[in-house]
């Protein structure tokens, strides 16, 4: 895979991630009046005929509501999912979790909403709930970090393969070595039998990184490499290359165990666990002050704020472009009906504006959350994609100062 490709990948997997988050964050504040607000997990072997059958027995049901506002907005709810989910053949990979209802907008009024998500991870059973919030606990685990990375404990006797996945352990392979101890036996000469030993410790470490690579390939999520073990043999198994070179490539350190076995794969992830907490901020860190050191050498290779930005976009000089997490603004497209002038603006929210032109009321024609709206341009412009949290000194600066939206340019 080339580094533009691997690049493409790594933006769809943050912007589903920067998604997902942000609906479960709108679907939490949302609330009915009454029971009003419908939620159905689909998991991904469900039959989409079987959750529109039972859709219609808990339609028929609902016309049994006492309160006839209720009543409406509930069938309604119910209509709009039974004739969504027409355009699905199947559930997709993860299966669908599924938010539909009426809230509360100004007055007695009430306006419905409605996503359809799919998880990032699998919906493991079926389940319809009719509530006055919608319920997100089967989902709401999605939303923790779940890095996964690989572990490696070795030395000269024994070695255990193993997978850090989130905050889970998960042991691969345990095996012993047919390694000689390092002593004088029967009359052979003892610079044959070191040759004999290290002939044993080269396959038994093969054969270690046949079983490590084999795995940790498979894992396309797999951000890093931990090795860890008892003197100075994970050196000598790092140095020498005995993994597949992707593999090889993403080894983070190495760090001192006393341990070989399960216990050792533990006392790795107790001793790499502050690197792994710094290794993401620490990235993101480094990325903003090389943005902020251009700026101040006023080298023509950075540019920051919406209109510098997007102009430098639109010419493809790119390189890569960083946006803030915490950009929390939308892009607004108003249009004159009257004269079709158009004007856009980032704001929080939505405003009244008169044409420029004629004075007429403006009326709203798109809206687009801000920080899809960069990924978009970057992807058009080929342009590296990174999205940076706000919890490191350099972040917070990067969104307070700077607007959260910045370039370092392929040429000045």
């Not at 939490?28 to 959750?51: A, C, F, H």
């Not at 036996?185 to 410790?201: K, W």
Request: a neutral charge.
């Amino acid at each position: 895979m080339s580094g533009l490709e691997q690049n493409k990948k790594d933006i769809e997997k943050s912007l589903r991630e920067y998604q997902f988050k942000k609906y479960i964050d709108e679907i939490r504040k949302l609330e009915g009046r009454g029971t009003e607000l419908i939620s159905v997990y689909v998991p991904p072997e469900r039959q989409i005929s079987d959750v529109v059958s039972y859709l219609r027995d808990e339609y028929s049901t609902s016309s049994n509501i006492k309160s006839k506002t209720t009543r409406k907005n509930v069938t309604t709810a119910i209509e709009s999912i039974m004739s969504k989910l027409r355009y699905y053949k199947s559930p997709p990979e993860h299966g669908l979790a599924i938010f539909v209802g009426y809230v509360p907008t100004r007055g007695d009024k009430s306006d419905m909403v409605s996503y359809f998500i799919e998880p990032p991870q699998s919906v493991t059973s079926f389940l319809y709930r009719c509530d006055s919030k919608f319920y997100l606990e089967p989902i709401l685990p999605m939303l923790e970090k779940k890095e996964v990375y690989g572990l490696i404990v070795i030395d000269r006797a024994e070695a255990t393969i193993g997978l850090l996945r989130g905050s889970r352990i998960e042991t691969i392979e345990n095996k012993d070595s047919q390694v000689p101890s390092k002593h004088h036996q029967g009359g052979q000469s003892s610079r044959r039998y070191e040759r004999l030993i290290e002939i044993a410790a080269h396959e038994f470490f093969t054969k270690i990184g046949e079983i490590a690579s084999n795995a940790f390939l498979r894992e396309p999520s797999l951000k890093g490499v931990l090795i860890g073990g008892p003197g100075s043999t994970k050196e000598f198994f790092y140095k020498h290359g005995y993994m597949h070179y992707q593999i090889q490539e993403k080894v983070i350190d190495l760090y001192d165990v006393g341990y070989t076995n399960e216990y050792g794969l533990k006392e790795l992830v107790d001793k790499a666990s502050q690197t792994l907490d710094q290794l993401e901020i620490a990235k993101e860190k480094k990325l903003v002050e090389r943005l902020l050191v251009e700026i101040k050498k006023g080298s023509g290779l950075a540019a920051y704020g919406d209109k510098e930005v997007s102009k430098v976009l639109k010419e493809g000089r790119v390189d890569t472009l960083i946006v803030s997490k915490g950009l929390k603004k939308m892009k607004f497209t108003y249009r004159c009906e009257a004269d079709g002038t158009e004007i856009s603006e980032i704001s929080q929210e939505e405003n009244e504006h008169n044409c420029p032109k004629c004075g007429n009321p403006m009326v709203l024609v798109s809206k687009m959350d801000l920080i899809e709206e960069y990924i978009e341009q970057g992807q058009k412009s080929d342009s590296k994609i990174e999205l940076v949290s706000d919890e490191s000194d350099e972040g917070a600066l990067f969104l307070n100062s700077f607007g959260g939206i910045g370039a370092i340019l392929r040429y000045s």
